[in-house]
């Protein structure tokens, strides 16, 4: 069935390096993705979004790549801090009168010091 | 504001009993959700609301049930607790589909049922 998974469970990172999260989707109808982050203990929290209309979208410190081609999802974060530790989840929306969230099954960020 | 407030944070229940997780958004909001999270997966959508009155299955609605009397409130119950239940089921709501930013999440409630 359609699905949105991502490539890897968890990814360490170094203090002041960048990340890159991964998440392929199978559903041709998608048209708009987001980013959300996962703290221990808590919901998920917005992160940024981006519409099938558009390749690239950048916020603060982060960056969401859109490959429809390959059906790709990226998430740059600059400057990884401790902050970012975090699970990290891409999620999606398909064209039609339900409009759901769809999750996918997330990645677990560690930034090292 | 409070945001989405979920009641209670923690609970245990027995095979075959019943509860009712309670979730109150005041920020005026028409869209409200009921989610469950597996360990290690994403959020699965159970039912959802898009108005006073008005509720409709998501992915996995077996085993739950919701109303939606309020605006404001939209509980979920749990009639014959199953061991498959266990999940940290959130809350959430907006001003609007397919809206991602729009999306306020509650801090959950962890269920366990032995």
């Known amino acids: 069935g359609e699905s949105v998974g991502l490539h890897l469970p968890t990814l360490s990172v170094q203090e002041g390096d960048n990340s890159i999260i991964n998440c392929a989707y199978s559903?041709?109808?998608?048209?708009?993705f987001i980013w959300y982050k996962q703290e221990s203990g808590k919901g998920p929290q917005f992160i940024i979004d981006?519409?099938?209309?558009?390749d690239k979208r950048q916020g603060q410190r982060v960056t969401v790549l859109l490959n429809k081609t390959v059906k790709h999802l990226s998430l740059q974060i600059a400057a990884t801090q401790p902050g970012d530790s975090a699970v990290y989840f891409c999620?999606?929306?398909?064209?039609?009168?339900?409009?759901?969230?769809?999750f996918g099954s997330g990645t677990q960020l560690t930034v090292l010091p | 504001n409070a945001g989405v407030t979920q009641t209670p944070k923690f609970r245990i229940l027995k095979i075959g009993q019943s509860m009712t997780l309670q979730c109150t958004q005041d920020?005026?909001?028409?869209?409200m959700y009921w989610y469950r999270q597996d360990p290690g997966m994403g959020l699965k959508l159970i039912y959802y609301?898009?108005?006073?009155?008005?509720?409709d299955k998501g992915e996995v609605p077996n085993g739950y049930n919701v109303s939606r009397s309020t605006t404001e409130d939209f509980p979920l119950r749990l009639e014959l607790a199953a061991p498959s239940q266990t999940s940290v089921y959130f809350c959430?709501?907006?001003?609007?589909?397919?809206?991602?930013?729009?999306?306020?999440f509650g801090s959950g409630t962890r269920l366990t049922v032995v």
């Open positions: 959430a709501s907006s001003y609007g589909l397919g809206q991602g930013s729009g999306y306020t």
């Open positions: 559903n041709s109808a998608s048209d708009y």
């Open positions: 981006i519409r099938s209309n558009m």
């Open positions: 999620a999606e929306i398909s064209s039609g009168s339900a409009r759901q969230l769809t």
């Open positions: 920020m005026n909001h028409n869209y």
């Open positions: 609301s898009v108005g006073a009155g008005i509720t």
